[in-house]
């Protein structure tokens, strides 16, 4: 459906052009049960893609579970963080979600504004502003200069002041964005965070270093949560007073326990704090963790997985649906034929494109999951937030995943599964362990049974490692060809601020470093 639905062209050929011709397409059963497909163009779209969120999301909440484990297991604290904004029927999705997240600066002709350096401008939204807000964040150091009448100057120094940050010991944040689309009230997007407390940062946490942990106070996490809840709602009121949540709330029995609608916090503390780091440091012994540590992994697991796993959750029936229900919805009525009454979800096929179309056009571009800088530093964790990241997470998953047994089909036989949308039913019949049937469903299909050939383990296995070494060497490449193309940038504007009238040895010298420290990055 999302081939057919979409305007992003990675989107329209996801899962149906073949990668490698010459090995084909695999459908395999994993040793989890469920059905795996190897070999198939991806466009990595976390927000559209419903098979590559999976894979993405699956791969974001293992590095988001390691980096909690780490906090705590260091002595930190987390705490569980959703924000959201107040919206109806009526709401704009596109100005709710730059509300929220933010937009690109755009001039009087409506083209982007640009910094010295060239990259876009942005407009803050709530949530940037939130990390930046002086009683949250503080205050640096600074001296104000002044000439005085005798031709003298003076100065004043204004005392570095410590911001909420510093007593809940905040180190960074990981945030998951997410929507959803309810018939009462429309798009309702939110966020989900993980905060990582209780740590001394020495300096900031983007550039600093965690020298230290400790518990801060209930009564320091309470002021937190009260400035929070208040800033989070004048800040949206700014924008625009109809997305201003409440900050209180008389409705009995409410889960909001009458704080309100657009912040919600909980904090997870580690129960064990020893037994932990004994569990992550001596795993391979083969011991069963404690109870103590079996239920810190739980709590650093959840937090992980509600996070950032917004493909694995639903809506609420016919009352909520998630984006990708949407297309469930549509798939259901217009290929299946199911009636609109039956169909999980609500709206009819028109709303459905309609509701589709603009929540394309607001989230293309946007990150769906966001480390703050500095984060993964004070976790030991490498990697980033890139889209070619997440495209490697949506190729390595499957690439990965272990394989009790499957089919490998011709580029032509896959073509058939695919033009008569029986991918489901091939894949039902893998699930079944009934390998040998693909290829009469392939031949009913109007297809060559003989262009299917069942796979041992061992077969796939051997397969899927020369398939992640081809993948991984294209990643690799791709990423020296932009760090190239970066540091050829600042060599160019480097040598375009040169000042005019060096001699020949000066040249030559300037560019004997610039060479160097080129070489240098590269590694």
Known sequence: MLNR????????????????????????????????????????RIWFCPECSASIRRGRSEELKTGALRWMAQGGILAVVV????????????????????????????????????KPRRVPGAYQRMLTDHAFYGRPESTSWWQRKDGSFGHSVRPAQKGIRHHIGYAG????????????????????????????????????TVTGYFNPTDEHLEAWEEWLRNFWAAALKKMDPTFEPTTECFER?????????????????????????????????????????????????????????????????????????MLYRLWAIEVQGTDPDVAEGFGRTGQLRAWWAEYEEAFAGRRAIEWTRGLRGHVQLDGDDSEERDLEFAYEGAAREPLTGGVVLTGDAYGTVERTDAEKEMEDVVVGECYDSVGDLVGCLGGRADHVRVATAEELADVQAAML?????????RRAEALLLRLRGELADDLAALPEGLSPAELKDVHKYLHANLLRQLG
């Open 83 to 118: 924000l959201t904004a107040r919206h109806n029927r009526t709401t704009e999705l596109a100005r709710l979600t730059s509300a929220l997240w933010g937009e690109p600066m755009l001039d009087a002709s409506g083209e982007p504004v640009r910094d010295r350096s060239g």
């Open 253 to 325: 029995d409410c889960k909001c326990q009458g704080k309100g609608h657009g912040v919600m916090v909980k904090i997870v503390r580690s129960a064990d704090d020893a037994a932990l780091i004994d569990y992550l440091t001596k795993v391979q012994d083969g011991k069963p963790p404690a109870d103590s540590v079996a239920a810190d992994l739980d709590a650093a697991s959840g937090a992980a997985m509600e996070t950032v796993r917004a493909d694995s959750k639903t809506g609420r029936g016919r009352k909520s649906m998630t984006p990708f229900q």
């Open 5 to 44: 639905l979409s305007k992003i062209d990675a989107c329209k050929g996801c899962g149906v052009r073949i990668l490698d011709p010459e090995t084909g397409v695999i459908v395999a059963r994993s040793s989890r049960g469920y059905a795996v497909t190897i070999g198939l163009v991806r466009c990595g």
């Open 173 to 208: 944040m990981v945030r998951a964005s997410e929507i959803t689309r309810s018939q009462e009230n429309g798009n309702h997007p939110h966020m989900n965070c993980l905060v990582f407390l209780g740590g001394t940062v020495e300096g900031t946490p983007a550039k600093g």
């Open 469 to 477: 070494d081809r993948l991984q060497t294209k990643a690799a490449k």
